[in-house]
């Protein structure tokens, strides 16, 4: 996906720069790379409106968007998303750095896996879906980055998974993640023992009489008695 954002170039910076610049509807940011092969990259200061770019960011490529910066007195530059701040409150985004791209060279870029349907392992199996990995780092000319990895998983049976060697054949992308590594997988689910309690009973021993406790009298109990000898002297 490709789209469009306008910038300004900006030409003070710091702490007071950037609440000047977000109380007036813009965010501060950095273009980073060279506008020609062979040239030595420089940094931009710029200046963006949040909105549109926080549109690119929700669409279905993200930041992998391909973007065309336009910048006030630097031209047209092909971008993509560096990195960007949110605030950890509010989610507005607070800054955000760009990166010019080559459209002649591959790039490394980070895409998510989608899962399709539903798996035979599952509907008739009883087996349960293992989403392992939701990503792919891959390498890609910028015009043809894929907006994600789908997999149908109509036809997995039980134990059955997918890989990203899967995947990637026959794709004008190239993996950086392992061929062998798991995308998703259709296991057994496991069957947890559960041990009943047993209630252990003290033996007792075989003869044995319980324990009687008498109960001892208290001097009131006694004082008759002695009275009764007295008498009898």
């Keep these: 996906m490709e789209a469009t954002l306008e910038a300004v170039k900006r030409d003070s910076r710091g702490k007071n720069e ?23 990259g420089s940094n931009v200061p710029v200046a963006v409106d949040p909105k549109p770019l ?10 992998n968007t391909l973007i065309t910066l336009k910048v006030d007195g630097e031209g047209d530059s092909r971008v993509l998303v560096k990195d960007f701040l949110l605030d950890p409150v509010t989610h507005a985004m607070l800054h955000a750095d760009f990166v010019r791209v080559n459209m002649d ?6 895409v998510p896996v989608l899962i399709k ?12 879906l293992d989403f ?3 990503e792919i780092e891959l390498e890609s000319l ?15 049976g039980l134990n059955d998974a997918v890989y990203v060697r899967d995947v990637a054949a026959g794709q004008k992308w190239l993996p950086i993640s392992e061929p062998d590594m798991m995308l998703v997988h259709v296991i057994t689910p496991r069957v947890e023992e559960v041990v009943a309690e047993t209630a252990v009973v003290a033996p007792v021993a075989s003869g044995s009489e319980p324990e009687v406790i008498k109960k001892g009298k208290t001097d009131k109990e006694d004082a008759p008695a002695a009275k009764d000898k007295k008498d009898k002297k």
């Design 105 to 110: 060279r591959r790039i490394t870029v980070t």
């Design 18 to 40: 950037a609440r000047r610049l977000r109380a007036a509807g813009r965010i501060p940011g950095v273009l980073y790379g060279a506008q020609k092969e062979g040239e030595i």
């Design 54 to 63: 926080l549109r690119i960011l929700h669409s279905g490529s993200g930041v």
């Design 142 to 156: 910028p015009l043809e980055i894929p907006n994600a990895i789908e997999i149908d998983v109509t036809d997995l």
């Design 117 to 128: 349907g539903e798996p035979r392992g599952v509907k008739l199996e009883g087996g349960v």
């Design 132 to 134: 392992v990995h939701r």
